[in-house]
């Protein structure tokens, strides 16, 4: 027992030294990673009752700006309620501050909404926001546009648009979305020069700013011709939301796109505007296509198809795939007023057991 | 040189260059996952959901959830998924032939009837028996199937099959998700038009000891018990430390079974989930990238950190240790379906090296670390010692501390879930037990695992929750 206790103890000393360098310095990483994580979170507590104070002192110039239609919030006011705040050295408070006012600005209009306004420029919170649209940090950039839009600063547009083509995505989305909300749809005139993707998050954005607004007349033919594919996708997406029948030769173009997005979005936008000929548009393409393009175009014939697709949709009861199957058999029903009959005919007739099929119409039907 | 000096070289020697690399790797991935998860937040700030809570144009997506004898809990469960923000929403519960009452359960609180149901078998699953509709317009989003028993992944393929959506998201029936748990989920999908996102996966954190009340999560708390409160430090490491640096590089494998969107042409294409695994979350995953990759079509792998899925985590040194067997289990049975992509540079970044990093890291790990412990045990005895190996092992345990306390810092910096400051002194402590209580067992478990394997035993190993009720009475 004394041999070994005498080995471990000698061997242990001659390789301690050299590394117990590694294991102090880890050590020591340690230590200043909890000591930091603490001092974070006493700063953190007091920030925190700094903060209610100074959210307190917020919602009180935001309550007399909302509330007092009487006696309009003015500079005297301001100052007695800031007390010691230095509005233009505590850029904390400024950010806690215009952060409140976009918020509440964001669920209110009117003449409520109009003081907020007045009570934002009345504090230059605007002057604060403009210097930023230079910053080097693209977050910065971007919510200095988001909050000169909310708070509706439109002598700006035209500084704006050159954002609409910025690099940064978020800079270029929160550009594109200010330019919709100052002009309407006469905004949407980025469409013809932005060379960067347009996201389907942002179409999505854009076409919910655009719902707000009264309907208008716009041209969507330039851009079903842009480069840029997602513009052709948009366009085909406003002119399915804003009924452009005129456009229906333009859209059925579109299923020649090389683009697969474009042609998948140009077979569902002639869901809502087609004509007679679009049936044939369809299945004239309808074996060039993908099986999820395939599956599209006969969902659309579900809403356009008449008898004279009726031969066309019986073919396809006998496709390999068992959901072009089930959309054919929804399609060949809604096609003629006897479509169901036609489709229990053609079910005995058949070899093919489509009778699940015809149960599973039938249900649908039936709800 | 004697052969045993040599062996004690090569042993110490070995285990230095393997720490250093794992070191790097550490260090990389907190450095990464700093960068997207500030990138994320910044980009986060802009967004607005409720927007796409109501858009009709916001992509269709549907919740898969399997139940196996989940009675007791069904309705509660049922009824929190259909309250979730998203417009374009569907749920799918698949029975997956429960033995207890979970289908009658669902039948009379849903007021379901057994609908004729055309089933197009796009992947080729087990016989379903039934597709249960409610005759209540309110409940028209939901569709419960009832099937044969064919575990977890037989009955997501049957979910695959009978959703009509661009995208479905899979989860564990028995997991709390956040209200806005879709919103969130479905936007990597709608952000980038340069590259297909095929998949997106969410955090999921610890539910244990948190106040749960109508399926919904009301107060979060670190849990009270040992065990669940070690696995809340593991979480918090695994997701908000490395998956959002794998995220960076677009290099993550694995998307948690309880909570992940996929793209369902892709997965369609794919095949399905793989039936003979028991990690088919991650091979799903796996395969998914490789299809990609294989087709040369830019594709990307999104995660988003923000906690929007909390389950509850086993309590007992026994469930845990089924749970690791399966998960080892599944790691090796994914690396090993996929070996080809190993160091093979067609398969870029999946190949050099997230698949590299799974097989050296996640796979060999548990080994080298059991056989390390093993070997310094045995040197000890022989008087052989060698104090080298011992300061390396005792400065890789410290380095694993470090690196759980730089994960508790990020959760401070960024979600900070457990306001009080004694729970983060709790989560400390916790990280500095871990590695000589949790992270043997842990190991341990893992061993068995590479052991059940080579004995071809393939069983899932029944998961036992106590269920959120029970934690909420015992408040």
């Given at each position: 027992m004394l041999t070994l206790k005498t080995h471990l103890y000698t061997s242990f000393i001659i390789y301690w030294d050299i590394q117990t360098i590694a294991l102090a310095g880890i050590v020591i990483l340690m230590v200043c990673l909890l000591s930091f994580m603490l001092l974070y979170m006493l700063v953190k507590a007091s920030h925190e009752k700094k903060h209610t104070h100074w959210r307190l002192i917020s919602d009180s110039l935001i309550h007399k700006a909302v509330f007092d239609d009487d006696d309009r919030i003015d500079e005297e006011f301001i100052q007695m309620t800031l007390g010691t705040i230095n509005l233009k050295k505590n850029k904390y408070f400024r950010k806690l501050l215009t952060g409140e006012i976009i918020s509440a600005k964001k669920n209110i209009t009117g003449a409520a909404a109009e003081n907020l306004i007045y009570l934002y420029r009345l504090l230059n919170l605007d002057k604060y926001a403009i210097k930023n649209l230079n910053n080097l940090r693209w977050y910065v950039r971007a919510r200095a546009i988001h909050e000169l839009t909310t708070m509706q600063i439109s002598g700006l547009v035209d500084h704006l648009h050159l954002f609409t083509n910025d690099s940064n995505e978020y800079v270029r989305m929160e550009a594109q979305s200010a330019l919709v909300q100052f002009n309407g749809f006469e905004g949407l005139s980025f469409l013809d020069t932005v060379a960067y993707p347009i996201s389907d998050w942002q179409q999505i954005k854009l076409l919910q700013l655009l719902s707000l607004l009264p309907p208008s007349t716009f041209d969507t033919a330039p851009w079903f011709q842009s480069e840029n594919s997602t513009v052709v996708v948009f366009a085909l997406k406003l002119a399915r939301n804003y009924n452009r029948f005129e456009q229906h030769d333009a859209i059925a173009k579109c299923l020649d796109h090389s683009e697969p997005k474009v042609r998948l979005e140009a077979i569902l936008c002639l869901n809502e505007i087609y004509t007679d000929e679009t049936s044939d548009h369809l299945i004239g393409r309808f074996l060039k296509e993908s099986l999820k393009h395939q599956l599209a175009m006969i969902r659309v014939m579900q809403t356009l198809?008449?008898?004279?697709d009726i031969l066309f949709l019986t073919d396809l009861l006998n496709h390999e795939s068992d959901q072009l199957k089930l959309d054919a058999a929804r399609a060949l029903v809604n096609a003629s007023k006897n479509g169901m009959a036609s489709l229990e005919a053609y079910s005995k007739q058949s070899e093919q057991d489509i009778t699940e099929i015809v149960m599973h119409i039938k249900r649908e039907m039936s709800v | 040189m004697s052969w045993q000096t040599f062996l004690l070289h090569a042993f110490t020697y070995g285990i230095l260059v393997y720490s250093m690399i794992l070191l790097t790797f550490y260090l990389l991935i907190g450095s990464f996952s700093i960068l997207e998860t500030r990138s994320y937040l910044h980009k986060n700030s802009f967004t607005d959901y409720r927007m796409l809570a109501s858009s009709s144009e916001a992509p269709t997506m549907t919740i898969l959830a399997p139940a196996y004898n989940e009675g007791p809990t069904i309705i509660e469960n049922v009824r929190s998924l259909l309250s979730l923000h998203y417009n374009n929403l569907d749920v799918i519960i698949i029975n997956d032939g429960s033995k207890d009452d979970t289908l009658e359960q669902l039948i009379k609180a849903y007021d379901l009837y057994k609908a004729d149901f055309y089933v197009t078998q796009l992947i080729k699953t087990k016989t379903v028996k039934g597709i249960y509709r409610s005759h209540n317009p309110v409940y028209r989003k939901l569709t419960v199937i009832d099937k044969e028993n064919g575990g977890k992944a037989d009955a997501l393929n049957v979910g695959i099959n009978i959703a009509r959506s661009d995208y479905f998201v899979c989860i564990d029936v028995d997991c709390v998700l956040e209200q806005d748990a879709i919103l969130k989920l479905a936007k990597p999908f709608m952000e980038t038009s340069t590259h297909r996102v095929i998949a997106a996966g969410g955090v999921v954190r610890v539910a244990n000891s948190c106040e749960i009340e109508g399926g919904r999560l009301v107060k979060v708390h670190l849990p009270k018990k040992f065990l669940p409160r070690i696995q809340t430090l593991e979480y918090i490491r695994a997701f908000l430390l490395s998956r959002m640096a794998w995220t960076r590089l677009n290099g993550l494998l694995l998307i948690s079974g309880a909570f992940g969107a996929f793209d369902r042409e892709i997965v369609i294409a794919c095949g399905g989930y793989h039936t003979d695994t028991v990690g088919e979350d991650m091979e799903l995953v796996v395969r998914m990238r490789r299809y990609m990759e294989e087709r040369e079509e830019p594709y990307k792998v999104g995660f988003i950190p923000d906690p929007l899925c909390w389950t509850e985590a086993p309590s007992s040194y026994r469930i845990l240790g089924r749970q690791r067997n399966r998960w080892t289990r599944g790691t090796i049975e994914t690396l090993r379906s996929h070996k080809k992509m190993f160091f093979n540079p067609n398969y870029g970044i999946l190949g050099m090296l997230s698949y590299p990093y799974w097989f050296f890291f996640e796979f060999l790990a548990p080994i080298i670390e059991f056989l390390g412990t093993l070997g310094i045990i045995i040197y000890f005895f022989t008087y052989a010692i060698n104090w080298s190996a011992v300061v390396i092992m005792i400065i890789v345990i410290c380095i694993g501390i470090l690196y759980s306390i730089f994960a508790i810092l990020m959760e401070v910096l960024t979600y900070n879930q457990y306001k009080q400051r004694k729970d983060i002194l709790k989560l400390v402590l916790v990280a500095i037990l871990e590695p000589f209580i949790f992270h043997p067992f842990v190991v341990w478990s893992a061993v068995l695992g590479n052991i059940s394997l080579l004995r071809k035993q393939n069983s899932w190993g029944e998961m036992t929750r106590q269920g959120f009720a029970t934690d909420k009475k015992s408040r």
């Open positions: 198809g008449t008898e004279r | -």
